[in-house]
């Protein structure tokens, strides 16, 4: 059966391919051609037409589609306080690609205060009439690009005071979004997929961290963010390794960290991708609690505009019930479609047929 509360059946990771106006508009506030209120005026005219276009398609989750960002983790991050966006010598390395060279750091006491995006969300809210999904990075996010390299040991000589104030911070910020009428967060996650690569880890060791070490931080740090959550909030996360012009960063299945990630952190649901073979196997999943959490597989990719076959899904779906029941288990996309500006290599009619054939799916598995 179809669900009423969040996450839905037919559900959305959140970001949307950014339309042409907002492109130009973008380009012309970069080379000061026109001040921020011009900007703000495209981008709320935008949001409305692809709020319309989600609900059109049969979306229950809206998202603003993070028309108003750059990146879907930067954007928040260096707008909590002792967080500072700056110029990297490099971008972050993608399979093939590299990013635009920016990046973030930690420069005082971290903490949640006037954050810009509360107003974001509550713009959102006012403009649809379904369940409006306020997308955010996780707090682990903050912390594995740059590690210990990345934070002031004047401020933080001891990472567990850096990651209590962290999590203290996203302990605002989830009242904050709540108070707002946010009833649907997100925590948008790349590092567990991360901490399942030998690659990546090896990164982290480099960067002064001891990756036996992080999980434990991370979810003590999420938990933190979690501990007040109100009893009709649903706060997910998106577990994803990498998105950027539809290529990917690290490879390998959950098994490393699946125990961890679905019994001993409090989330309610987890989108989860699994659109190839980088992602690895359902039998992960046998760590879901019984009945407890929703698992949303993504099984539509979002990184290339051929659309999936609707047997295929389906077989999927079947294969996934061998180790979660059919009642936990929802459908979306692997992941949003433009992590970044740039956004991924589909057309928007490409983007919008997906989004169909996730809902048209789900009526077919579970009903109207």
């Not at 960290?257 to 992602?279: H, K, P, T």
């Not at 979002?302 to 079947?318: A, F, Q």
Request: charged share 30%; proline share 4%; glycine share 8%.
């Amino acid at each position: 059966m179809q669900r009423t509360t969040p996450p839905f059946r037919a559900d959305q990771v959140g970001s949307i391919l950014r339309t042409a106006p907002l492109k130009e508009a973008r380009a012309k506030h970069e080379k000061g051609e026109i001040d921020d209120a011009a900007l703000k005026a495209v981008e709320d005219a935008e949001i409305i037409k692809i709020i319309k276009k989600q609900e059109e398609v049969g979306l229950k989750s809206i998202t603003d589609g993070e028309f108003r960002r750059s990146w879907w983790h930067f954007d928040f991050l260096k707008k909590l306080d002792g967080v500072e966006g700056y110029q990297a010598s490099q971008g972050i390395q993608f399979a093939g690609i590299q990013t635009r060279a920016e990046g973030v750091r930690i420069v005082d006491r971290i903490g949640f205060s006037n954050h810009p995006m509360i107003e974001h969300f509550k713009f959102l809210k006012a403009h649809t009439k379904e369940t409006p999904k306020m997308t955010i990075p996780a707090p682990s996010v903050l912390h594995f690009r740059g590690g210990r390299k990345g934070i002031n040991e004047k401020i933080y000589p001891d990472l567990d005071q850096f990651f209590h104030d962290l999590g203290a911070a996203y302990n605002k910020a989830v009242k904050a979004f709540y108070d707002a009428g946010c009833r649907y967060l997100q925590l948008d996650d790349t590092v567990w997929a991360y901490l399942c690569s030998a690659k990546e880890l090896q990164g982290a060791k480099e960067r002064g961290d001891d990756p036996e070490k992080l999980p434990m931080w991370y979810a003590r740090t999420i938990n933190q963010a979690l501990a007040n959550k109100p009893a009709d909030m649903t706060i997910t996360t998106h577990v994803c390794r990498g998105n950027f012009r539809s290529t990917w960063v690290s490879e390998g299945g959950y098994e490393p960290v699946a125990e961890r990630l679905f019994q001993e952190i409090d989330y309610d649901g987890y989108f989860l991708e699994y659109d190839n073979d980088r992602s690895g196997g359902f039998e992960p999943l046998r760590f879901v609690p019984k009945g407890k959490k929703q698992i949303v597989i993504g099984l539509i990719t979002s990184k290339t505009g051929e659309l999936e076959s609707k047997d295929s899904i389906k077989r999927r779906i079947e294969e996934a019930t061998k180790y979660v029941a059919l009642d936990q288990l929802c459908l979306s996309p692997q992941c949003g479609f433009a992590s970044t500006e740039e956004g991924n290599v589909l057309t928007e009619d490409e983007q919008w047929a997906k989004f169909k054939l996730i809902v048209d799916i789900s009526r077919e598995v579970w009903g109207n």
